[in-house]
């Protein structure tokens, strides 16, 4: 069946499968080359009987290898799209979606606790120095992390249409990269939310560092509970935690605390297509809870908010290029990180990142940047003040 599977499915370029105890077989042609070797024979069965979960599976478990993970991931998400929108499998997957997403107060810290509490170590040996763990920004010209990061920072910052002296929300503020950079940059004061004791950790010691204590406040708090409003409201990264039945409270949230002439920008990963589901494999070890929405789920919910959508740029191939660069890193420390966590932890994180990066390339994944205000007024009416920011380097 698996030979079968492969044969009429693999059009654009070629893949090599070895099985157990001998016996090769190829499928496809051309570039790029992947291969595969099988060393447990169940796991044919297995990653047939549920692609989306069971090739994950199966390489933490070290049922099978291959010289290049992402060449053979990319030939394989090339080739096979998701499962069919009417299929059986995909409406039993929409009906339960709002399970999946359950992102009440409580289980809204246990979700970020999985994967944001995991050891400040980790996160610093794959990430740029300011530990950005969101999608670079790679305008002509740049070809490395840092500086990817940096003109990212840069965008967002010229995107909020700062003046000294504002007061700036930021929800889901990682490790304080962002909020630091806006208190120093532009002279206003940042109240950073996380739900993360980790993240929370690490803020106030760079906060603290860098002598901001007066201009910066890291919380530990729900954006739900927040009482203040603000002149700027910014959010990276921490839209695909909110769940789409939430979407409504979370855009609530964003117009009570806002003036009314305040300016939000929202980065988040987003489909081209139609409304999902979550991958059932990054569920459960990577993000759960977690949630990439559609275009027309975010602007539905923006609209019933009564805010305007006051410009809205889609960020192609940017994070498959950052998660490319993860990758990279990750194996030039990953014999490190596995003496410390086990092969079983590499395994699973070094799929995460090259699935995710081939996603971009495949599945129809893009970044968001929805900027919107109460008044649509709040912002100059051309882009103008965005490009002619970054030619003076702002």
């Known amino acids: 069946m698996l030979d079968r599977f492969l044969h009429d499915g693999i059009e654009w370029g070629s ?60 030939v394989l998400m090339g080739n096979f799209d998701d499962s069919e929108p009417g299929s059986a499998k995909r409406l ?18 246990r979700n970020v606790a999985h994967h944001y509490d995991l050891d400040e170590s980790l996160f610093r040996r794959f990430l740029d120095t300011d530990m950005q763990y969101s999608c670079a920004y790679w305008p002509d010209g740049v070809d490395d992390l840092e500086n990817a990061q940096a003109a990212k920072r840069a965008l967002i910052r010229r995107k909020l249409c700062l003046e000294p002296g504002q007061q700036v929300l930021d929800i889901g503020c990682g490790w304080g990269g962002l909020a630091i ?99 059932p494999w990054i569920r459960r070890y990577i ?8 275009m027309s789920e975010v602007s539905a919910a923006i609209e019933r908010q009564h805010l305007a959508t006051t410009d809205l740029e889609v960020l192609r191939l940017h994070y498959a290029y950052t998660l490319a660069a993860w990758f990279e890193r990750f194996q030039a420390v990953r014999d490190q990180v596995a003496a410390e966590k086990g092969e079983r ?9 090259a699935a995710s990066e081939m996603a971009f390339h495949y599945r129809g994944l893009v970044v968001f940047h929805f900027q919107l205000a109460a008044d649509q007024a709040a912002v100059p009416l051309s882009r103008g003040y965005l490009h002619e920011a970054a030619a003076v380097g702002a």
């Open 15 to 74: 893949l090599t499968l070895e099985r157990p105890g001998g016996g090769t077989r190829h499928f496809g042609s051309g570039q790029p080359e992947a291969d595969i070797t099988l060393h447990d024979r169940r796991v044919e069965r297995r990653v047939l009987s549920d692609p989306d979960f069971m090739l994950g599976q199966t390489y933490m478990e070290e049922g099978w290898s291959t010289s290049d993970l992402r060449t053979l991931l990319a």
């Open 92 to 109: 039993v997957q929409a009906a339960i979606r709002p399970l999946q997403q359950w992102n009440r107060r409580a289980a809204s810290r």
């Open 181 to 279: 950079e806006l208190a120093e940059q532009a002279d206003v004061r940042v109240i950073g939310l996380t739900l993360s004791e980790e993240q929370a950790r690490v803020a106030r010691d760079r906060v603290r560092e860098r002598g901001l204590e007066d201009r910066v406040d890291i919380r530990i708090q729900d954006y739900r509970d927040v009482p203040e409003r603000f002149d700027r409201i910014v959010s990276v990264g921490m839209f695909e935690h909110v769940g789409a039945q939430y979407y409504d409270t979370y855009f609530r949230a964003l117009h009570d605390h806002l003036t009314p002439d305040g300016v939000v920008l929202l980065h988040t990963i987003g489909r081209l297509g139609r409304p999902g589901v979550t991958n």
């Open 287 to 294: 993000f759960p809870g977690g949630y990439i929405p559609s």
């Open 345 to 353: 932890f590499c395994r699973m994180w070094e799929f995460y990142l």
